[in-house]
């Protein structure tokens, strides 16, 4: 099971800053998006996690780079040099052109600003040397300038859709000295068109692209990664509104720049630029129509009315509360909410914005449906008939399955269905057990730690409420819920339907992830993620309300696998799964085993059903922190879910492994990366 690398990591700690961060992720997960992750990472996880083998590409943005030095000098610095050279890519853009540089020369002689000294990472083994244009102030944009480079496009694949000449957004970066003198390990990829402020050498190189051992890094002066559409106006700059009309004019030229250096980095780039989807409205509906009503009468005390209009103020997010025979326009609320977030909101005037920048900003939308569920057109990728009939044919099969699904609710489009429920704690103590909160797309999708499920569209995501009695908690720990929730899934899919569905090769991986059998490697066995389960914890009258968040690959191939690929590997002629289906048959066997858990704990049943699916039987784990110690995963303890592993030593007949009868119940140590590295263990 070696790891897939499905994450593009953007540095975000410190010496970076709020609109570099925002410009890159947002051209980054246009271009990348679904074949990547496009996610945040601190110092902190730099220094402390095994992010390395999951890492397709790591991106140091705009900035400071004195600021990268000061945290990351040292231990930091090596572990990224060692990723790069063992074929890792490695991006830097602006101050992260500084950064990979063997020395750095900014603003030389000007006492305010002057950065001079020797850089750890040395990609490129020459001097970034900058401003290459004057003009340049922190923290403004009086030196920002529309800079002309022009694409040697013979450094570069598909030359015939680069442009000769583009214009680039510019503040502060620097030229790379020499770059024509250097071996053949340095390709220039552009150049300044334009004379510069600074001596470069005989060829202004603005973009280098440094081969380093079996890797490569492309640094950057310019800001390629910076689309006009996201840049706020600055109306005391002069000139400021004529950059943006310029940079707009090479929009297309840019963006096709940026795809040539990622497609040269060695990763699939989307050639048709995956736009970032609009929050949509969220449908609330039930199997029973009045429960909608009684749900909304429970919301009373909750509710503020501003202008004859109803809406919720979540602790992270506002819900606007809109009936299906009243189309709502935002602009009253809006107006009504313009004092509260004046000092948050941003506007650009030209086009939109990133819209996953401010997502906690936008009004969310429900709609309230108490006599009908939601028509077809309303929600064109989730129809709800099919849904509901589906929840009443698997409840004939199971008849202990009675509510979970009854009141529900869909957005086709989300920020993430865990956020909206567990960071809004108000909204979310009116939720009783079963509630469910789905989505086709996810734009601000969470995974454990600092991770993401990379959530495109074909996926069953969802979110269900569990609300776990607090006098339960020490014979039933909460842990056990999303094991629960993982042997559900996998039953789930082998009980779609009758047939082959029970020969679909799903596994389950310790302790909160779906894996399944590699269709594209026949002749190995070879597993990879299809999916994840991601559950929060808080505490509200006498429960501890747990938010089960789960993310399926169902119809999408991308970016590992779906079941309808296993389907289809199967070599039968089967319809595709439906997402409204498999929604159906999740909750229906999760309700049945949370029941079976309240009266039993996690018995026997629940742990031999886990072991039948799970992948670990016999894994061999090597404990860090212990040394290097040996040993070998046995099961999961019935306490607390632990992962329970004997030590082995070599030493038995013939150089045969051996148990040494020394048993350890073992947890991750919160790595948010890989949770077979760094385990914890507490003797047994």
Partial sequence: MAARKLNVLVYTGTGSTLESVRHCMYSLRRLLSPNYAVIPITESALLKEPWAPTCALLVFPGGADLGYCRVLNGSGNRSITQFVR???????????????????EFEVGNPELEVVGSRELAFFQGTCRGGAFKGFEYHSERGARAARI???????????????????????GGVFVDAEKKDSEVEVLAEYED??????????????????????????????EFAAVNLVKHREVPGYDDLITALSADEEARSNFLKACLTKLGLEVNQDEVPIPNLSKMHLSSLNNTDVGELLHSFEDIITREDGEE????????????????????????????NEYSSTRKTTGRGTPDPTAEYVQI????????????????????????????????????PQAEEWGNVFMYGEVVTSTNSLLEKNPKLLSKFSTGFTLAATTQVAARGRGSNVWVAPPGSLLFSTVVNHPAHHAATRPIVFIQYIAAIAIVEAIRSYDTGVYGELPVKLKWPNDIYAQDPSKPDQ????KIGGILSNCSYSAGNYQVVVGIGINTNNDRPTTSLDALLHKLGKNLPAFQTERLLARILTRFEVMYAQFLRNGFNRDLEERYYRHWLHTDQLVTLEAEGGVKARVKGITRDWGMLLAEEIRDDGI???????????????????????????????
């Fill in 654 to 684: 013939n150089g045969a492994s051996r148990g040494t009868g020394k048993v350890f119940a073992l947890q991750s140590d919160e790595n948010s990366f890989d949770f077979w590295r760094g385990l914890v263990r507490r003797k047994v």
């Fill in 363 to 398: 009004p969310k939308s429900v709609v309230s449906h108490e006599t009908a569920w939601p028509e077809p057109k309303e929600t064109p990728c989730f129809n709800h008939s099919v849904f509901y009939s589906n929840l009443r044919h698997f409840r004939k099969a199971e």
């Fill in 525 to 528: 066995v070879s597993y990879v």
């Fill in 86 to 104: 063992r074929g890792g890519a490695f991006l830097g853009f602006c101050a992260g052109g500084y950064y990979g540089s063997q020395h750095c």
């Fill in 311 to 338: 809406y919720i103020k979540g602790e992270a997010d506002l819900f606007h509360l809109e009936k299906p025979d009243s189309r709502w326009s935002m602009a009253a609320l809006n107006q009504a909410l313009a």
């Fill in 195 to 224: 004379a510069l402020a600074v001596e470069s050498g005989a060829v202004r190189a603005a973009v280098v692209c440094c081969k380093v051992g079996d890797g490569k890094a492309i640094l950057t002066g310019p800001h390629p």
């Fill in 150 to 172: 022009r694409v040697k496009k013979g450094a570069l694949p598909g030359p015939a859709t680069l442009p000769d000449v583009f214009q680039c957004y510019y503040n502060g």
